[in-house]
């Protein structure tokens, strides 16, 4: 599964042509997204847990995001942009993909959503800082990780939340994710490198180099019984929040 595209010093072309081939079907919850699908309100209900804790809103408020600038990064066709506008939040998501682009733009003018949407590499964008910073199965296709998380960090407000999730590098996640998911077509074929996967110490280094303090990971685990759902298992794949040093 993948949010991912950015280009040039962080993102690798081919990948950005993989994800951009796919921009058509983005929206299509059995198509090569439907894994980003299922696993989306999980990652929401995170978010929104988190944004509510951030800033000590109302659990109840409709718009917890109101007044405050949102960017995606490798926002894909804007599956996690349009609820964060929802949200009340100004919304901008990056992607490398041209094509991603413009299948978001005109998505979110379907939805009747204002979302500034841009293509390239987020450095180059002059988009200046904002309060919310997320960036969704991404991290692992990206060239260069210290570049890109620096990326991240520097267009993030010193009193802003960051909110991130990625697949883990472990046995589990190289059989289910990569192997088990490709081979019955829940995935496109060539999807994922599992050595490009980050582990949760991995991840917390890059932040840390970055000049941010990571949150405790929470698990988007698998099960037969329960299918996907926020876990204290992080094996398969976790998400986290990252803020400034107090």
């Excluded at 609820?83 to 993909?97: E, H, I, S």
């Excluded at 990569?178 to 582990?199: I, M, N, Q, S, Y």
């Amino acid at each position: 599964m993948s949010d991912a595209t950015m280009s040039s010093a962080t993102i690798r072309p081919e990948e950005a042509a993989r994800f951009g081939a796919q921009a058509a079907q983005w929206w299509d919850p059995n198509g090569p997204s439907a894994m980003l699908h299922k696993v989306n309100p999980l990652r929401l209900a995170f978010l929104r847990d988190a944004v509510d804790l951030h800033w000590g809103g109302d659990v109840g408020a409709a718009s917890p995001l109101a007044g405050k600038r949102a960017i995606d990064v490798g926002c894909g066709a804007g599956l996690v942009a349009e609820p964060l506008a929802r949200l009340g939040a100004q919304v901008t998501g990056v992607d490398a993909a041209a094509e991603n682009i413009a299948v978001a733009r005109e998505h979110a003018a379907g939805a009747g959503l204002s979302i500034d949407y841009r293509q390239g590499e987020l450095s180059a964008l002059g988009l200046g800082q904002f309060d919310l910073v997320t960036c969704f199965e991404v991290i692992e296709h990206v060239a260069d990780k210290p570049a890109f998380i620096a990326q991240l960090a520097a267009h993030l407000k010193p009193d802003g939340l960051m909110v991130l999730s990625t697949p883990n590098r472990t046995l589990a996640s190289r059989a289910l994710v990569v192997e088990a998911a490709e081979r019955l077509g829940k995935v496109p074929r060539g999807t994922h490198d599992w050595g490009d996967f980050v582990t949760p110490d991995e991840l917390h280094d890059l932040l840390a180099e970055a000049g941010l303090d990571m949150g405790e990971p929470k698990g988007i685990a698998l099960t037969p019984s329960r299918g996907w759902h926020l876990s204290g298992n992080c094996a398969l794949d976790y998400i986290v929040t990252a803020t400034s040093p107090a």
